[in-house]
C-alpha cells in the first residue's frame, strides 16, 4: 500500500510538471513569434482582397471576400475560406462602417493558418504605396 501511494504521488508531480513544462514551452513559442509593432484592435469589417503577387501564378488575380478580425496601423488580422500563402502581396478593400467607401491597401502576407477546416487566417503587413489609402489608414487606426 505504501508503495502504491508513493507511486501515485510521483506520477501526479510528473504529470503536474509535464503541464507546467507544455503551458511554458506554449507561451515561449508564442511570443518568440510575436512579432506585433503596434496596438490592434477587434474589427469586424468586410473586405475584398485579390492576389496580385504569388508564387503559385494561378493565385494571381483571385479575389475572396473576407473579415477582418483585427486591425493596427500597420497590419490586419483576416479570416477567409481560402488559402492565401505566405508572402503573396495582395490587395485590400477595406470597409470602415465609420466612414463611407471603402479604403484600398496594399499587402504583404506575412502568415497563414488554417484555424479549422476551410477556415483560415491570414496575417498581412500594410505596405507603402502612392495609389494607396495608407494614410489616411493610419491616421484612422491611430485616433
Known amino acids: 500500500m ?3 501511494l508513493a507511486l501515485s504521488k510521483i ?3 510528473v504529470t503536474t510538471m509535464s503541464g507546467c513544462r507544455e503551458n511554458s514551452i506554449r507561451s515561449r513559442t508564442h511570443d518568440e513569434h510575436e512579432q506585433r509593432k503596434e496596438f490592434r484592435r477587434d474589427s469586424n469589417e468586410r473586405l475584398f482582397l485579390q492576389v496580385v503577387q504569388s508564387e503559385d501564378q ?8 473576407c473579415k477582418a478580425l483585427n486591425v493596427s496601423p500597420g497590419g490586419l488580422m483576416v479570416a477567409c475560406d481560402q ?3 505566405q508572402g503573396c502581396f495582395i490587395d485590400l478593400w477595406v470597409d470602415d462602417s465609420a ?4 479604403f484600398f491597401l496594399s499587402s504583404e502576407v506575412r502568415w497563414e493558418t488554417e484555424n479549422q ?5 491570414i496575417g498581412v503587413e500594410l505596405l507603402n504605396g502612392a495609389a494607396t489609402d495608407i494614410e489616411e489608414w493610419r491616421e484612422r487606426q491611430t485616433s
Open 2 to 4: 505504501t508503495t502504491f
Open 11 to 13: 506520477f501526479s508531480l
Open 58 to 65: 494561378e493565385m494571381v488575380g483571385t479575389t475572396i471576400s
Open 83 to 85: 488559402r492565401i500563402p
Open 99 to 102: 466612414r463611407p467607401g471603402k
Open 117 to 121: 477546416p476551410g477556415e483560415y487566417r
